[in-house]
């Protein structure tokens, strides 16, 4: 019987990774994420329970070590669990990330989804791409799914994740392969930011990917970035 809370792809390879999705999204971002790894995607996605799930996913499949992929907010659950679960870790991927988020940012996102959540939802969306074919891909395949899927009280639970989650540098100390991958032109968080937090990581690698926006895997083939 499947398990609930993960879904495991076997695509062939003996490395396993993590996909993590971002905020208003699910495992389904990924869906034309071509790397080299197996894929290993909660369905059940909630910060609180994230890593548990992890943990008893890793467990149920008998792997000892794994990739972490971390898209905007699921950046900061990656980097947490891979500050607690150093010896788990193969290489850390952290994509389109921020130190953290402001608090009256998020409390003003929240207002603006309580007002219209379909209206907000078109905003930020349109937000996260810089090539028009792009979006109007997510708008045809994922925008009617999300916004259905995802009710008021989901969103403003994994805001509520987003006003104290930050990236924690120094955690990240024992992390020997970590990657930093930003889109050149993302307008939700700024490059600058990014670049400020891999300079604070020791040994770690910033690629910048041009002309791509928030979801920089949506924009490119990242498979060529990722061993």
């Keep these: 019987m499947p398990n609930p809370f993960f879904k495991y792809l076997d695509r062939g390879s003996d490395k396993t990774i993590v996909l993590i999705p971002g905020w208003a999204t ?10 080299k790894f197996n894929y290993l995607l909660p369905l059940d996605f909630s910060p609180d329970t994230f ?20 898209w905007s907010l699921g950046a900061f659950l990656a980097a947490e669990f891979s500050t607690k679960h150093p ?13 953290k988020y402001k608090q009256e940012e998020i409390t003003g996102i929240g207002e603006l989804l309580k007002k219209s959540k379909k209206g907000y939802l078109y905003k930020f969306y349109g937000q996260c791409f810089f090539k028009q074919e792009n979006l109007s891909w997510f708008k045809k395949n994922l925008f009617k799914i ?29 992390i020997e392969r970590i990657k930093i991958i930003h ?30 926006g928030h979801i920089p895997f949506l924009e490119e083939d990242l498979g060529k970035h990722i061993w």
């Design 146 to 174: 999300y916004c259905q899927d995802f009710d008021i009280k989901y969103l403003l639970k994994t805001l509520d994740y987003l006003k104290k989650a930050k990236i924690n540098t120094q955690g990240l100390a024992g």
């Design 87 to 99: 010896n788990l870790i193969e290489e850390l991927i952290l994509v389109s990330i921020r130190k």
């Design 51 to 70: 890593e548990n799930v992890i943990l008893n996913a890793l467990e149920e499949k008998g792997i000892e070590k794994v990739s972490l992929f971390g």
């Design 183 to 212: 889109g050149e032109r993302d307008e939700i968080a700024p490059i600058d930011e990014a670049r400020g937090v891999q300079e604070r990581i020791a040994g770690s690698q910033f690629l910048t990917i041009k002309d791509s």
């Design 26 to 35: 699910d495992y389904r971002i990924f869906d034309s994420l071509n790397v």
